[in-house]
């Protein structure tokens, strides 16, 4: 079965950076496209960013746009996102996602098929 299995979270202070990854197994990772997606308390679950099977195109939601950088290694069967710059809104759980395309609707979370289990985010001010 698929497993997505997320590392690299922790406690940060503001300004600074952490980068997540996420191994996948069951499937054949170079056919998929993956995504980050988040959960803050008491929110809903949110898109932050996505990747194309090939890793050629990104997507970030608005709010972290030029701070984040997802990016892929097919041959290791991972994908990262590189968080700079972090602030105390960044603070949630984080989501490693899989999905087949990227066609339509990519940011609905109810859009991506498998996940993993997340990693705690905690930005202090």
């Known amino acids: 079965q698929v497993q997505l299995v997320e590392s690299g979270g922790g406690l940060v202070q503001a300004g600074g950076s952490l980068r997540l990854s996420c191994a996948a197994s069951?499937?054949?990772?170079?056919?998929?496209?993956m995504g980050w997606l988040r959960q803050a308390p008491g929110k809903e679950r949110e898109f932050v960013a996505a990747?194309?099977?090939?890793?050629?195109?990104?997507y970030y939601a608005d709010n972290v746009k030029g701070r984040f950088t997802i990016s892929r290694d097919n041959a290791q069967n991972t994908v990262y996102l590189q968080m700079n710059t972090l602030k105390p809104d960044d603070t949630a759980v984080y989501y490693c996602?899989?999905?087949?395309?990227?066609?339509?609707?990519?940011?609905?979370?109810?859009?991506?098929?498998?996940w993993g289990r997340g990693t705690q985010v905690t930005v202090s001010s």
């Open positions: 990747i194309s099977w090939g890793g050629w195109n990104g």
């Open positions: 069951g499937l054949t990772f170079s056919s998929y496209s």
């Open positions: 996602a899989a999905r087949q395309t990227l066609y339509g609707d990519y940011v609905s979370p109810e859009s991506w098929n498998w």
